[in-house]
């Protein structure tokens, strides 16, 4: 059975950056042939895509957000990983990875979720 | 402001039937199939209820149904139950391959 977990820490300072690991059990990401996503949601709020990488590394990014995030892929230890540079208090969110549903497709759906991960952006 | 809008709030009694709607609002969403929705429960990560305009996941109702016309996709819970309380996204696709979510729908069972 696909898991998802997510791991980084709980609490960021402004304008650092933000380091976060999904670690994928249960299925390769290299034999899975899907793109595995990161998505978060601020207190409160709605859901963000923030991006996506297939396991070639081949990365879509959200606009509004690419200037400060990259992703990556560690296909040794099955897992990939996200950093968001020059946080700030609006970074502050919980933060789910995710695996869209269909082979080679960034614009599916995503049928594997992470149980998410509060991040709090504070001195 | 997503480029997907959803209505705010929806509710229905127990047995009726809702439909969330989620209008396509810019030009570069769209013209595809890659319609998803998501059901989120207050604390808990969403989970997948439809792909592909209409597909359900195995192991999620067949209370839940997809569809789209035109620019709107849409999302019907037959025989409301008061575990279908909660809140749903809708989700699609740029022409350049973003994804990007509506902003969200909290139904209420009354």
Known sequence: QLQLQESGPGRVKPSETLSLTCTVSGDYISSSSCYWGWIRQPPGRGLEWIGSIYYTGTTHYNPSLKSRVSTSVDTSKNLFSLKLNSVTAADTAVYYCARHNTKWEVRAGFDIWGQGTVVTVSS | ?110
């Open chain 2, 1 to 110: 402001q997503s480029a997907l809008t959803q209505p705010a709030s929806v509710s229905g009694s127990p047995g009726q039937s809702i439909t969330i709607s989620c209008t396509e609002t810019s030009s570069d969403v769209g013209g595809h199939n890659y319609v998803s929705w998501y059901q989120q429960h207050p604390g808990k990560a969403p989970q997948l209820i439809i792909y592909d305009v209409i597909n359900r996941p195995s192991g999620v109702s067949y209370r839940f149904s997809g569809s789209k016309s035109g620019n709107t996709a849409s999302l019907t819970i037959s025989g409301l139950q008061a575990e279908d309380e909660a809140d749903y996204y809708c989700s699609s696709s740029t022409s350049s391959s973003t994804v990007i979510f509506g902003g969200g729908t909290k139904l209420t069972v009354l």
